[in-house]
């Protein structure tokens, strides 16, 4: 079972006092039954009695292990490539068993954008040689099921059966199991539908994805059985309890940005835990806000708004990087981070199938912070806004009679600010003569937006761009502009995979985020077949959606297009933003 470290200080008794709260109230028993009540006063409120199978699935999940090792032997030998496309909790869990628990299996690539220039940059796959996983808790994902026309399109092209190419994994009945059964999908796995997505992890989602990939998903969910039985005890010996009164007590004083470190063994697991805690969390105003991959600073630089979260190796693991020489650099910045006075949390880890443990752990602990926080866990109610307002910019719906189509439709100049002028958006002729920038302009825009952010914020980017080692490089010194700038939180979100995890966060949580949309002009054209609309008109409509849905929460936005070669639209916004600095 997997050791985690809390030091608190000056917190601690809060932490303590809200233990012995719940020991008073039978809080472990109660949420062992399934009570409802420990979210809301009303047992009947949707999506809490019937949201806690998660619960169950550590055992549950043990029966279909058969099926799923049936489901990898059963792959020919000629497949070379294993193609998850998801989006949100119905993805990131076998991402990082993938990467955290290595095995013999299909290399797995994992697809959750709608950026053409990404997709196009998928042509190497060959579907021939391709397993394809469709996972989608509704069935009714529009960025999944885009995805899916189009690489069913190329399977169909090159193989006579493509649907011995594809598995499906979603809730019963859905439209996406009809789809599976329809066109004779080699599998179609139902998932349990009282678990939400980013609480299915140990279910269908996670493993099974994952076990095409080589993982031991048997000795994964070993640990989280185990895991599960040490989530009954007291809550005084209680990873889960603990964990939840700590992040939700710390967050009730103003330490609501929770900071992720880990080393190269451990480095995915946040990305995970991100979704489930921003998505669980904020909302009604209330929210802790996850950091991950921030680029870091001393520790005395950093505000009381912060705790720090680490995942370290121990046991043989860590003498073994010990003897490699490997510096431990989570425990020394935790230590540092310590001295300084900021509460840490210190989760020590030896073997890889502990993943399955923290899987488990990291649920209970947000759900019962939730609890804290007086909020309703298991909900999204904000998600569906932006999902609305995209739907809309692609029907045109939002725009007066005889305006250009969705993929025309540009934000007015007052949302917008363009660091790559002197080139041609695709699809319109460049200019003859093109107008010279109003560059004091643009640098009173950024000026505006970045003093208007405390160093208590967060500023969140997001990237509508296609990705990439030199963009990852470059958002990562942006980070490192905007802290330096004004001293707050940096997070980086992908658009639109972020719209599914903290796009519920950035619109329903407290007001203390700043947002930095960034797009570019996406390329030509990538049809989505049987559609009337292509990723370029997708991608467009989703971040014109998210924008409106921000503004209609009344939150701090800035746009700015960037793009051109060599990343010249985000060297500038970095060159602007020191300016400032």
Not at 191 to 209: I, N, Q, T, Y
Not at 240 to 266: N, Y
Not at 300 to 317: C, M
Request: hydrophobic share 40%; aromatic share 8%; charged share 25%.
């Amino acid at each position: 079972m997997i050791e985690i470290e809390f030091s608190l200080g000056s917190h601690r008794e809060d932490v303590e006092r809200r233990l012995q709260e719940w020991a008073s109230q039978d809080a472990v028993a109660r949420l062992w039954r399934g009570d409802p009540t420990l979210w809301s006063a009303d047992p009947e409120t949707p999506e809490l009695a019937d949201r806690l199978g998660w619960l169950d699935l550590p055992e549950t999940s043990r029966a279909g292990l058969e099926a799923l090792e049936e489901s990898r032997t059963s792959v020919p030998f000629w497949f070379t490539d294993l193609v998850l496309i998801g989006m949100g909790g119905s993805s990131l869990a076998p991402e990082v068993i993938a990467r955290t628990m290595p095995g013999e299996g299909l290399p797995l690539t994992l697809v959750d954008t709608t950026h053409p220039g990404a997709i196009r940059d998928l042509d190497w796959l060959r579907p021939a040689n391709s397993l394809f996983v469709v996972a989608s808790k509704s069935g009714t994902t529009i960025e999944t099921l885009s995805l899916f026309r189009h690489f069913w399109s190329r399977t169909s092209e090159v193989v006579d059966e493509p649907g011995a190419h594809f598995i499906a994994i979603t809730d019963p009945g859905s439209p996406l199991a009809e789809l599976g059964r329809e066109r004779a999908f080699r599998a179609v796995f139902e998932a349990s539908p009282d678990a939400g997505g980013r609480f299915s992890a140990l279910g269908p989602f996670g493993l099974a994805p994952a076990a095409l990939a080589g993982a031991d998903v048997a000795a994964l969910l070993g640990e989280a059985v185990e895991a599960a039985a040490a989530c009954q005890d007291e809550v005084q010996h209680n990873a889960g309890f603990r964990l939840g009164a700590a992040l939700g007590e710390l967050a009730l004083a103003g330490r609501d940005k929770v900071t992720f470190l880990a080393g190269p063994d451990w480095e995915a697991f946040p990305d995970w835990a991100e979704q489930l805690i921003a998505e669980s969390t904020g909302k009604d105003g209330r929210g802790i806000v996850p950091v991950v991959a921030e680029p870091p600073r001393p520790a005395d630089e950093y505000g009381d708004d912060r705790v720090f979260v680490g995942l370290i190796l121990s046991g043989d693991a860590a003498r073994e990087a010990e003897q490699w020489g490997e510096a431990d650099e989570t425990s020394e910045f935790l230590d540092a981070g310590e001295a300084a006075g900021h509460p840490v949390i210190r989760i020590r880890l030896e073997r890889p199938e502990e993943l399955g443990a923290l899987f488990y752990v990291w649920e209970v602990g947000v759900a019962m912070a939730g609890s804290v926080l007086g909020i309703h866990p298991f909900n999204q109610p904000d998600v569906q806004l932006a999902k609305h307002l995209a739907r809309r910019a692609m029907a045109g719906a939002s725009r007066p009679e005889g305006a250009p189509d969705a993929d025309d439709a540009q934000p007015s100049e007052a949302e917008e600010i363009d660091l790559v002028w002197e080139l041609p958006q695709f699809g319109h002729a460049p200019p003859r003569a093109p107008v010279p920038p109003d560059v004091d302009g643009i640098r009173a825009r950024v000026k505006e937006f970045l003093s208007s952010v405390d160093a208590t914020d967060y500023i969140a980017v997001q990237a509508y761009l296609a990705g990439g080692e030199e963009e990852e490089t470059l958002l990562a010194a942006l980070r490192t502009a905007l802290a330096e700038a004004t001293g707050a939180t940096t997070t980086l979100g992908h658009g639109p995979r972020f719209l599914h995890s903290t796009g519920q966060l950035h619109k329903g949580g407290a007001d203390n985020g700043a947002f930095l949309q960034l797009v570019d002009d996406a390329g030509e054209h990538v049809h989505v077949p049987g559609a009337e609309f292509t990723f370029r008109q997708l991608i467009r409509a989703q971040a014109l959606g998210d924008l409106e849905a921000l503004g209609q929460r009344e939150r701090r936005t800035l746009r700015v297009r960037v793009g051109g070669p060599e990343g010249l639209g985000l060297r500038r916004l970095i060159q602007l933003v020191e300016e400032y600095a």
